[in-house]
């Protein structure tokens, strides 16, 4: 069982940053892959980014490369989301999510590869 937490939500401005953390618990968290899925309003839950479970490798939608970093520290249990130069189309409330053990960041396509997701937290872009 993985029990996952967001924080770092809020409001922001076009072009500004935020970060966003995924507190974990349970005694598999080391050995999982971790994404980061959004939803906006009135669209489908959507991938966002993915780390596999030896941070070795990481994967992004095309929408956000460039702009957000994924990372992870095994030793805190923790999973990160680095949003820079956010768009007011980045506004949706962001999931963390855990994947299956021993899983890279490909092994992630879409919510059907999700075993475990966090409550959300919300991030709005203001134009």
């Known amino acids: 069982q993985v029990q996952l937490v967001e924080s770092g939500g809020g409001l922001v401005q076009a072009g500004g940053s935020l970060r966003l953390s995924c507190a974990a618990s349970?005694?598999?968290?080391?050995?999982?892959?971790m994404a980061w899925f959004r939803q906006a309003p009135g669209k489908e839950r959507e991938f966002v980014a993915a780390?596999?479970?030896?941070?070795?490798?990481?994967k992004y939608t095309d929408s956000v490369k460039g702009r957000f970093i994924v990372s992870r520290d095994n030793a805190k249990n923790t999973v990160s989301l680095q949003m820079n130069s956010l768009k007011p189309e980045d506004t949706a409330v962001y999931y963390c999510?855990?994947?299956?053990?021993?899983?890279?960041?490909?092994?992630?396509?879409?919510?059907?590869?999700?075993?475990?997701w966090g409550q959300g937290t919300q991030v709005t872009v203001s134009s």
């Open positions: 349970g005694r598999t968290f080391s050995s999982r892959a």
């Open positions: 780390i596999g479970w030896k941070s070795i490798d990481t």
């Open positions: 999510a855990a994947s299956s053990s021993f899983g890279n960041a490909n092994s992630i396509a879409g919510p059907n590869d999700i075993n475990y």
